[in-house]
């Protein structure tokens, strides 16, 4: 059973002033930096005994990374394949700043999100591709092991979204609070693969499980039950 615990990094000024910002590389912020100290206690809690750790090379994910205090001895691996979603020329921009700046990408960032790509940047399926390609390789290469991954909120939606509905659909379902733990656990049997997230939402731990075959048509078909399933199972989760 090969179990994967991401960690999205604290807030950072950009996050408080809620810009657009992938691969801009600020430091956490005082905020920021309390989120993991109480992150620290809340994995210290769930007793997770940590073989292998992988990180985005993101200056705030490091940060991050560093306020968990985990035992030096585990291998750590930074890697660009987990930064967040690169906005290119709209990184930094708040939205109505992209609105007067960039008013001609205001409907497809509305109407064609999955694929909207800005000048210089890259599509939000182009970030699930990646995410799901580095992560399937942690996961072949590390079975039975249990991984730590310190990334962005869109790089773990994203692969919640690919891992549940095996496309975007879920993408905008939850919102993943900075410090959030969220532990997905992978048995397969050939037939069927079983995940099992839990994720800590500020004070609230919410248990929430799938079981499901992974087969395209069957997950396409079921799709609106397994999101009113998820609704009822997850009722304190931002949205």
């Not at 290119?88 to 409907?107: A, C, D, R, S």
């Not at 694929?115 to 940047?121: D, I, R, S, V």
Request: glycine share 4%.
């Amino acid at each position: 059973m090969t179990e994967i615990l991401f960690i999205r990094h604290g807030e950072t000024d950009c996050n408080k002033r809620h810009l657009y910002y992938g691969h801009l590389n600020p430091s956490l912020n005082q905020t920021g930096i309390n989120q993991l100290k109480n992150t620290k206690k809340k994995l210290e809690k769930l007793k997770e005994k940590i073989d292998i750790i992988f990180s985005s090379d993101l200056k705030r994910c490091r940060e991050s990374l560093e306020l968990l205090e985990i035992d030096k001895d585990i291998k750590q691996h930074f890697s660009e394949n987990l930064r967040e979603m690169n906005f290119g020329i709209l990184e930094g921009k708040t939205y109505k700043e992209i609105e007067e700046q960039f008013p001609h990408y205001v409907n497809e960032m509305k109407n064609n999100w999955r694929n909207f790509k800005p000048e210089g940047g890259e599509s939000l399926s182009d970030l699930q591709k990646r995410s799901v390609a580095k992560i399937n390789k942690i996961k072949n290469e590390c079975k039975n092991k249990k991984i730590l991954v310190v990334a962005h909120a869109g790089v773990i939606q994203s692969l919640i979204s690919y891992y549940l509905f095996n496309n975007l659909d879920g993408y905008w379902q939850f919102k993943l609070d900075n410090g959030s733990i969220t532990k997905m656990t992978v048995m397969n049997d050939g037939l069927m693969d079983l995940f099992i997230l839990i994720i800590l939402i500020n004070k609230t731990l919410i248990f929430y499980t799938f079981i499901f075959n992974i087969y395209l048509n069957l997950l396409k078909n079921n799709f609106n039950q397994l999101n009113l399933c998820y609704n009822i199972l997850t009722p304190n989760v931002k949205r």
